[in-house]
């Protein structure tokens, strides 16, 4: 299996700040990694794919970057509603695997 | 838009049979351009991807679970289904039915999820 290790766990920050979040391989898996948000209660959200795809209809405040082992998502300008669970998920092994989430509260 | 629909038993006795389906609306699963998965949720937010169907039937299934795990489609009734067999109370999960985009194995439509809970 191809690990996925995400960091911070949590972080705290305000609105209208840069936040960003790591997830990094135990493998190189090229550009295969997807980016998920999920609300309380809700199923996730796909945001970001292939690393540094946008997912239509996701806010241009959402970024992505990353090849190889590591990847970064970006928030650039941070909203209220951007108050959630971010996840990692790799696409490189048949067997999709997901990182252990970064909690953002605001 | 395509949503996606889980159902099933929300109780599951130890040892035996776990057994979920999910019906498709708003698209159909014979169009070939997508996979058709199962994802769980533990209690501690961890997300395990189960494995996929393709509406011709092949499938792939996460091989730590293979052993248990079958998958099977009915594209007449646009649905599919999950059967996860000898379960403990570490199967207890949110399970969700979900569509993956094959070129990018991104998940894009996610099913509202369903709670199964293994207990005596």
């Known amino acids: 299996d191809i690990q996925m290790t995400q960091s911070p766990s949590s972080l705290s920050a305000s609105v209208g700040d840069r936040v960003t979040i790591t997830c990094r391989a135990s493998?190189?898996?090229?550009?295969?990694l997807n980016w998920y948000q999920q609300k309380p209660g809700e199923a996730p959200k796909v945001l970001i794919y292939?690393?540094?795809s946008l997912q239509s209809g996701v806010p241009s405040r959402f970024s992505g970057s990353g090849s190889g082992t590591d990847f970064t998502l970006t928030i650039r300008s941070l909203q209220p509603e951007d108050s959630a669970v971010y996840y990692c998920q790799q696409s490189y092994s048949p067997s999709l695997t997901f990182g252990g989430g970064t909690k953002v509260e605001i | 838009q395509v949503q996606l629909q889980e159902s099933g038993p929300g109780l599951v006795k130890p040892s035996q049979t776990l057994s979920l389906t999910c019906t498709v609306s708003g698209g159909s699963i014979s169009s070939g351009a997508f996979y058709w998965s199962w994802i769980r949720q533990f209690p501690g937010k961890g997300l395990e991807w189960i494995g996929y169907?393709?509406?011709?039937?092949?499938?792939y299934y996460n091989p730590s679970l293979k052993s248990r795990v079958t998958m099977s489609v009915d594209t007449s009734q646009n649905h599919f289904s999950l059967k996860l067999t000898s379960v403990t109370a570490a199967d207890t999960a949110v399970y969700y039915c979900a569509r993956e985009v094959p070129s990018s194995r991104a998940v894009d439509v996610w099913g509202q999820g369903t709670t199964v809970n293994v207990s005596s």
């Open positions: 169907i393709y509406y011709s039937g092949s499938t």
């Open positions: 493998q190189s898996i090229s550009n295969n």
């Open positions: 292939a690393a540094s």
